[in-house]
């Protein structure tokens, strides 16, 4: 089993920046990845970002492409969503997820954490 726990969440005004952190612990697979996904109040969860645990390749929603930086430090089993020029838009609940395989990398995830608000004034 896999556990995620996020953290680094808060209140941060427009245009703002805020960096998200995930801790993994428990079982690791060679062929992985690991994602954030978002859910605002009133709508789906929807895919942000994801990573290539090994190759380090990174996928983006368009909605995030050119503010938010997803990146992982493999030794320390740890996941970071780097997100700068934040937008009213950007507020929602931003979940962790993990995967076995790399297939389906914008969704089919596995494991996934409790979440970590996120909330944007404007």
């Known amino acids: 089993q896999v556990q995620l726990v996020e953290s680094g969440g808060g209140l941060v005004q427009a245009g703002g920046s805020l960096r998200l952190s995930c801790a993994a612990s428990g079982r690791t697979f060679t062929r992985s990845a690991k994602g954030w996904f978002r859910q605002a109040p009133g709508k789906d969860r929807e895919f942000v970002a994801a990573?290539?645990?090994?190759?380090?390749?990174?996928y983006y929603a368009d909605s995030v492409k050119g503010r938010f930086t997803i990146s992982r430090v493999n030794s320390k089993n740890t996941l970071y969503l780097q997100m700068n020029n934040l937008k009213p838009e950007d507020t929602a609940v931003y979940y962790c997820a993990a995967k076995r395989t790399i297939v389906g990398i914008t969704s089919e995830y596995d494991y996934w954490g409790q979440g970590t608000q996120v909330t944007v004034s404007s």
């Open positions: 990573i290539e645990w090994i190759g380090g390749m990174t």
